[in-house]
């Protein structure tokens, strides 16, 4: 698996935030990066972006490294399944190839939208219904309205959340004297 590439600064806050739940650093997927200062890359994230995703969901969701705290936090709170079924939509509208489109749209059904998945995101049964009609021939659109759904659920629920979780406030206070 691809690990995001993450500043210093993110990796250290969620090293942070996974400790103070008393979780074990040999434990925390987080932390192996801390283990080896060779991994570590140079910090480039400024106070500018941190402030941009208290503006809106979606500015959160456009820039470079929102997407990966976000998605950090909310495997945090067990509920991660929203942003992975997200970012793989974003990923699965880029295929050209038929072929791949098909295996594609199969694994995405078989993940995120088969009732009783392993993490099955929460959409209605109409939308569920369209989806299983259109993997037979897949289109880059055809999980466009469970993305929207499951879009939306991020932005009223666990995103207000995120704003006030320890996480994003001990991130800006950490990032704060770093670019003054």
Request: hydrophobic share 30%.
């Amino acid at each position: 698996m691809c690990r995001p590439e993450w500043p210093n600064s993110i990796v250290l806050l969620l090293c942070l935030c996974y400790n103070t739940r008393k979780m074990s650093r040999r434990t925390c997927w987080i932390c192996k990066p801390c283990r080896d200062e060779s991994q570590r890359l140079p910090s480039n994230i400024t106070l500018e972006e941190v402030l941009q995703w208290a503006q809106s969901f979606e500015k959160l969701m456009a820039t470079k490294y929102g997407p990966v705290v976000y998605a950090a936090y909310l495997k945090m709170e067990h509920s991660d399944e929203n942003i992975k079924f997200w970012m793989a939509c974003e990923t699965y509208k880029k295929i050209a190839s038929r072929w791949s489109r098909i295996s594609r749209a199969k694994k995405l059904y078989k993940i995120y939208i088969r009732p009783q998945s392993p993490r099955e995101i929460n959409i209605d049964s109409s939308t569920r219904e369209t989806i299983i009609r259109n993997i037979r021939e897949p289109t880059q659109t055809c999980f466009e309205e469970a993305q929207k759904i499951v879009y939306m659920h991020m932005e009223r629920d666990s995103y207000p959340r995120f704003l006030k979780s320890e996480m994003y406030q001990n991130l800006l206070k950490t990032i704060q004297p770093n670019n003054s």
